[in-house]
Every structure is written in C-alpha cells, then in structure tokens.
C-alpha cells in the first residue's frame, strides 16, 4: 500500500495525543481483509437448545446483533447435531472478524455488520447470507472495524456497490472495493473504540431502563384492565376495591367514531397551515419519538382547503389509529391535542361527555387488537365493526385514577425516550467527527 499525500486523510476531531502523528490514510478492504468461507445453513438447520458449533444468521444481523458483538451478552443458535458436517466446511470465526449480511429490502441496511470482539472460546461460524472478512490485526485493532463499517464516509461506498432491485446484494468482490480509511497507528484505532464504546455501553445501559419503562407499562395495563370474559380488573386501585365491577357493552355507550377523509395529492405537502392532516405515518413518528400525543404533521391545510374538501375537522382529545391494512395488525395509537384532520386510512374514537374521559378512552382503546375486528382480504375495521367492539369501563373517577397512573409512565417512557435520543444523536455527530468526511456526504 502505497502511503502518498494524495491519498491522505484528516478528521475534524483527533485525540490531542495523536494530533501531530501522519494523517491519515485510505486503502482497499482487500488488503486489509482476507474473505474466509461461510456456509449455506438456513433456519431450519438451527436450534437454541444444543449443539457445539453456534451460526450466525444475516438476519439477526439485521435485527439483532449489536455493531460490536459480544457473544457472552447475544443468544446465539447452535446448528442442529446432524448438520454440524456442513459447519466444517466453513472457517471458525476469530475476533475481529467483520460478518457482514449480503442481501436486504432496503438500501440503508445493505451490508449491515457485526464485529466479532469477544467470542468466550466459543465455536462460531458465519451462516447463510453473510460474508466473513478477517482482518490484518498487524494494521487494524480488534474493536475499531465496528465503527469503521458504520461511518458514513464507508456505508456511502457499500450502498454505492450494491446491485439489484427488488433485494439488494453485495459481494465479497464488490466489498474488497471498498476505500477504508485508517488511522495511522493502531494506538489512534483503539483510543477512537474505547471513546465510542464507552458511548455505545450508555446508551444500550439508558435503551435497557426505557426497555424496562415500557414493559412495566404493558404489564401493568393488562393488570388495570379487566381481561376478556371478565368485568373486573386484576389491579384495582384501594378507594374503589368497593365498588361493583365495570359497566360491559359496546364501544359506542361511551365514544364516538369519527372517520377520516380522502386527501388529494394536489393538497399534500404543505407544511404550514391552521389543521394538521395526519396520516398513518404521522402516528407511527409519534410514538417514535416517545409520545403518544400528536403534535407535528407531514401536512398542513388552512380553512380554505378545509371547506373545498368539506371536511369537519377532528376534535382535540380524539384516539386516532390506521384502520386498513397491515398498519392495522400494528395498534398504534396517537391522541391529538389540537383540531385537526385525519386521512381515510386512518379512524377515531371520542369519549362521550359524561360516560368517559378522553384519556381513559385512549388507554382502553389500546388495549383492544383491531386485528381481531377486521375483515376482507385487505384486513380492514368500518365504523360500524368498531362501534360494536365490547368494553368495560369503571365510572369516571376511577377512569381519571387509572389515567393519570399510565399517564405519569408515559411521562417518565418520554422522558427516558428523549434521554436515549440525545445519546444516539451524541453518538452520530461524534463519528461524523472521528472519522474523515467522504465528499458530499457526511461522515
């Protein structure tokens, strides 16, 4: 590799230590890696239960596996005893070992990739639809090609290598293409692991408590809500263990259902404008980002457009929801706080003043799989099927007792939400900075 000025490097950010050493310098993944033998064993060929030789899929690569895979923290399947001849045509995996998943639906996760940085003295063996490339670890440090394969200076190139249409593949020939850029010293390479490391142990520490957050919540729902058959709650708070069970009938003895309406294209892609026109997609950003309450949209109208469309606008306080398709199968929930409009796909319900609060409505109607309420091929709820779903529902005093309960949760899950958020962003502007920009693209 020939180390020339014209292949030179330089981060934005460089540790202070090695601010005066070379810049640094760009050389293809083929002479750096050397790509081994993985094998062709599909899901049916492993288990969780025994065996000696442990497979990694691509597809908890994609789902899974965190960049930096250590095996002691990762379920990982073992091939079924009968199959384990076929593991021996493959290479052991080592550490610091690259896995990289070969195929993908979608360009941003072509070529998504695990290092391999604590194996326990375990067997292991890259499976179907992965590629295993082992590193030089004379010129590279265990830990470093982690972050490597994720800058965006390297997955701009990866993408760019990608061919196919409907499924994208790569291969190990396209991916010894790759210009990988390295620090000098291995030195400079383990400071840049350590720091981001140290970065990524936070943030999985603060996704375990959100993890922890949320599971308490769906825990406790299922415990404050009478299970199906039955009119009395597991959980009922101390004032009202009194009380008579809950009222049972349909959902519309307490709420209305409000439908949406169709949104012609001409009128799609404002961005300002006095109603917010939700759509599935806006529901799903929402709670994203760690909140139920709906605030900004994708598209706006003003009240001109409102009367072409002659639309009545959707009231604050009404639980929103996609009502066709496999959006559908997901019960996402969105409760908006203003007026606003909602697209035929979508659907609403509103509590009834005096036979429920708008916020109880919101977490009983949760609790409810609309999957189970829908017909046609294209799984599908009308307004009619969701009026007729039965609930039960306590008076309202113990609704607001029950609502402000999974209310203060839902603060501390947003809460939690933002923090983690802030991390990862954190984390994103770091390698944008401890790793050289490629141009027109960010790092």
């Not at 290598?161 to 499924?167: D, L, R, T, W, Y």
Request: hydrophobic share 35%; aromatic share 8%; glycine share 6%.
């Amino acid at each position: 590799m020939t180390q020339s000025e014209s292949n030179a490097l330089v981060p934005k950010r460089r540790f202070p230590e090695f601010r005066n050493d070379h810049h640094w310098i760009e050389a293809p993944m083929g002479e750096i890696y050397t790509f081994k033998t993985n094998n062709s064993l599909s899901r049916d060929k492993l288990n969780y239960d025994t065996g000696t030789i442990k497979n990694i899929h691509y597809g908890d690569i994609h789902t899974k596996f965190p960049a930096r895979f250590d095996i002691r923290n990762e379920i990982v399947p073992f091939i079924n005893p009968s199959e384990q001849l076929n593991a021996f045509h493959s290479e052991d995996c080592v550490e610091g070992d690259m896995i990289f998943a070969d195929a993908s639906e979608d360009l941003k996760d072509i070529g998504k990739s695990i290092e391999l940085v604590h194996l326990n003295g375990e067997r292991v063996v890259a499976g179907l639809h992965t590629i295993l490339a082992r590193p030089d670890l004379d010129r590279l440090a265990i830990g470093f090609g982690a972050y490597l394969f994720q800058s965006r200076r390297v997955r701009a190139q990866i993408q760019k290598e990608a061919q196919g249409a409907k499924v994208l593949g790569i291969s190990a020939t396209r991916l010894s293409r790759i210009q990988l850029p390295l620090p000098p010293t291995k030195a400079e390479q383990q400071k840049i692991a350590a720091c981001l490391s140290s970065l990524d142990d936070l943030i999985e520490a603060e996704s375990r408590k959100l993890d922890a957050l949320k599971a308490h919540k769906r825990g406790l729902m299922q415990r404050l809500f009478p299970r199906e058959g039955e009119t009395v709650p597991q959980l009922r708070f101390p004032e009202f263990r009194s009380r008579s069970a809950w009222e049972h009938g349909m959902l519309k003895s307490i709420a209305i259902v409000l439908q949406g309406y169709g949104f012609p294209e001409k009128y799609q892609g404002n961005t300002t404008g006095q109603f917010p026109f939700y759509k599935v997609g806006d529901i799903s950003r929402t709670l994203a980002s760690g909140s139920y309450r709906m605030g900004e949209a994708a598209n706006y109208i003003d009240h001109e457009t409102l009367l072409e469309l002659r639309a009545k606008p959707i009231p604050p306080g009404t639980t929103i929801f996609a009502r066709i398709g496999e959006a559908l199968r997901l019960n996402r929930r969105g409760l908006t706080t203003k007026a606003c409009l909602i697209d035929n796909n979508c659907a609403g319900v509103k509590a009834i003043e005096g036979k429920a609060t708008d916020l109880f409505l919101y977490y009983l109607f949760s609790t409810i799989e609309l999957g189970r309420h829908a017909g046609g091929v294209v799984p599908a709820v009308n307004k009619s099927a969701i009026e007729e779903i039965k609930v039960s529902h306590p008076e309202q005093d113990e609704q607001i007792r029950i609502s402000n309960c999974l209310s203060s949760l839902d603060d501390l899950i947003s809460v939690q939400s933002e923090k983690l958020e802030i991390l990862c962003t954190h984390k994103r502007g770091l390698m944008q900075q401890l790793f050289p920009r490629l141009s027109g693209v960010e790092a």
